[in-house]
């Protein structure tokens, strides 16, 4: 299972969103390709405690274990899954420039991340409520392959 406690997920998520293009078009969605990554680096910062975000009522099937597991680790990713509007409130186009800018914020994320270490309080997820650090590397590894893939890289 990927997961962002692994060096070479990590490396290979940074590779990814090197070869990303500032013209490139979603296979689905609205993203531009700047704001998909701004995304991606504010759901890092919501899952280090860096960006608040407030929870959301959802059904409570997803705060149950079971489900909530499966949910985060087996089922693929919905496209057009509601998504908390914190986690979407840094408008960008498809400037070259914003996604250079972009790039760098996602690799400092992303290295804060992982400097913070598995261990420890992690803040509760929006959705799913309290998750330990191994469930949140899993779920931001999969939640960035998930956009990558939306835009084919």
Known sequence: MPTLWDPETRAALVRRVAALSPAATPRWGTFTAPRMLAHLTDALRMATGE???ARRPVPWVLYTPPFKQLIIHVLPFP??????????????????V?????RAAFAGAL????????????????????LRGSTWGVLQARHADHHLR???V
């Not at 914003?98 to 972009?102: A, C, H, N, V, Y």
């Not at 804060?112 to 598995?118: N, S, T």
């Open 79 to 96: 496209r057009g899954a509601p998504t908390a509007p914190e986690l979407l409130a840094r408008p960008l186009g498809s400037d070259p």
């Open 98 to 102: 914003e996604l250079d800018g972009e």
């Open 150 to 152: 939306q835009f084919g």
């Open 51 to 53: 960006l608040p975000v």
């Open 111 to 130: 290295d804060r991340f992982a400097a913070r270490g598995c261990a420890g309080v992690w803040p509760d997820h929006p959705a799913f409520g309290p």
